[in-house]
Structure formats: structure tokens, C-alpha cells
């Protein structure tokens, strides 16, 4: 089976499950100060978003997506988060009710994904009822993306370390999204490079970094209600991928 490791700054040992905590305190203690205000942050954002923003947004959406399809308006999902927990992620429906919804993972031209669906997949609006997750501190504004169980358990057979995505709190948006991979992981090389770009979040989480990624998945958002039939282009920060390659190490 293909595998590979990527070399972190810390590496999350094997029986970290079973009350290892030293690595967490360690990194959680080298960014302490920057965990406590990116957590107040959280707080602010989502609540600001819960008051002024789902009032008249929820509505609307309401309408079209009952309007569009039978089934409810909302899906929620068990994720992976925070240290492997499971949480239960909230989302606008964007298809059709099926029984493949948590082991099925969407592709680019699934005929599960409703009209108004798909508007909302590639605004990322079907992301908005998250800010709840954010509030009750299941995740935070900017992370690596939450995995299903089921994909979180076939990427982890596939990557070494890949549970060192979870030293943070899973986000709405992420370093991997804002470098053009979103959406579905359809071979080995976009879990590889979504995780790599994940780690490096990990590694490198900071102010800066997070207000950056933000910015992007700002204009992204814009792009995509401009050109809604153009794809989202990839490698769109700016932070040099030669950083990247060198702290990461394929073997077969």
C-alpha cells in the first residue's frame, strides 16, 4: 500500500488515544496566548455571523432548497475533530436524501447534488450553519477541514502521522481549501496534498497565517459568484511551495 510520512515538528505518538498527553501539552503550550484569542476570536465571529447574518441569509436558503428538493433543510454529520473526537457537523442539504451520505464522498458530477445543491457547494454556503460548531467549540473559524469517519479512517491506512492534523480544532475554512483543493479527494495525490498543506497549518498556525487564509476564502467566495461555471484555480497563496516540499518526505 502506498504510504507517506511527512516529517512534523511534533508526531503524534501511537497510543495517544490511551492519555499521552505530553505532545498536546507541549504544543498547546509553546501557543498558548495565540489558542486563547483565536478561541475569543471564534466566539466574536460566530456569534456575530448567528445575529446578523442567519436571520435573513437561513430564509432564503429555507425556500430554495424546499423548493428545489424533498427532505430537510439541514444534514448533520458525524466529523472527526479536536484530538480524533467526534462531533456532529451541521450543514445546508445540498442533496438529494440517500443512503451513501456517510460513506459515499460527493465526485465532481454526482447526480446526488441538487441544483440549488451545487450553487451552494461552490459558494460554500452550505458551510454557513458551521458557525454553530464554531460557537460550541467543535471547531474554529480556520483549521483542516473535518473528515467523516469513514474517509478520516481510509486516509489515516494511507498517510503515516495523519492524525497530526488533529492537534487543532478542525476549521470552516483552511489552508488546503484556500490552495485550490476543495471539494472531493478523488486519488492518492489530493489526500497527500491536502495533508500536507494541513501539517504545514499545524506547524506554522498563527495570526497572520489565519487572517490570510481567511482574506482568500473571502475572495474565493466572491470569484465564485462572479464565475460560477469557472473552477476554483489551485496554488493561490502565495507562500512558496519549495517551502512546502521541504518539509515533507514521500516514500513508498
Known amino acids: 500500500m502506498q504510504s507517506t510520512f511527512v516529517e512534523s515538528s511534533i508526531r503524534c505518538p501511537e497510543n495517544w488515544e490511551k492519555g499521552n498527553w505530553e505532545f498536546v501539552r507541549e504544543y498547546w503550550g509553546e501557543r498558548y496566548n495565540y489558542l486563547i484569542y483565536k478561541r475569543i476570536m471564534d466566539i466574536v465571529s460566530s456569534l456575530f455571523v448567528i445575529i446578523f447574518v442567519y436571520p435573513w441569509l437561513f430564509p432564503i436558503l429555507f425556500v430554495l432548497i424546499r423548493l428545489d428538493s424533498r427532505g430537510p433543510v439541514f444534514f448533520r454529520q458525524q466529523r472527526v475533530g479536536f484530538l480524533g473526537k467526534t462531533f ?47 460557537l460550541l467549540g467543535h471547531m474554529s473559524i480556520v483549521g483542516p477541514r473535518p473528515h467523516m469517519l469513514h474517509d478520516s479512517r481510509e486516509f489515516a491506512s494511507l498517510i503515516d502521522n495523519y492524525r497530526f492534523r488533529d492537534m487543532v480544532r478542525p476549521g470552516i475554512t483552511g489552508l488546503s481549501q484556500v490552495r485550490g483543493y476543495r471539494g472531493p479527494a478523488a486519488n492518492f495525490e489530493s489526500i497527500l496534498r491536502r495533508y500536507q498543506w494541513d501539517s504545514f497549518y499545524v506547524r506554522n498556525t498563527g495570526f497572520l497565517l489565519d487572517l490570510r487564509i481567511m482574506f482568500e476564502t473571502g475572495l474565493l467566495i466572491v470569484q465564485s459568484l462572479v464565475h460560477r461555471n469557472s473552477p476554483v484555480p489551485a496554488d493561490n497563496l502565495t507562500i512558496d511551495g519549495r517551502a512546502l516540499a521541504a518539509t515533507n518526505k514521500k516514500i513508498a
Open 88 to 134: 456532529w457537523c451541521y450543514k445546508f442539504r445540498t442533496m438529494h436524501v440517500n443512503n451513501y451520505a456517510d460513506t459515499r464522498r460527493a465526485s465532481s458530477d454526482d447526480p446526488r447534488v441538487t441544483r440549488v445543491g451545487r450553487f451552494l457547494r461552490n459558494t460554500c454556503l452550505d458551510e454557513f450553519p458551521q458557525f454553530i460548531n464554531v
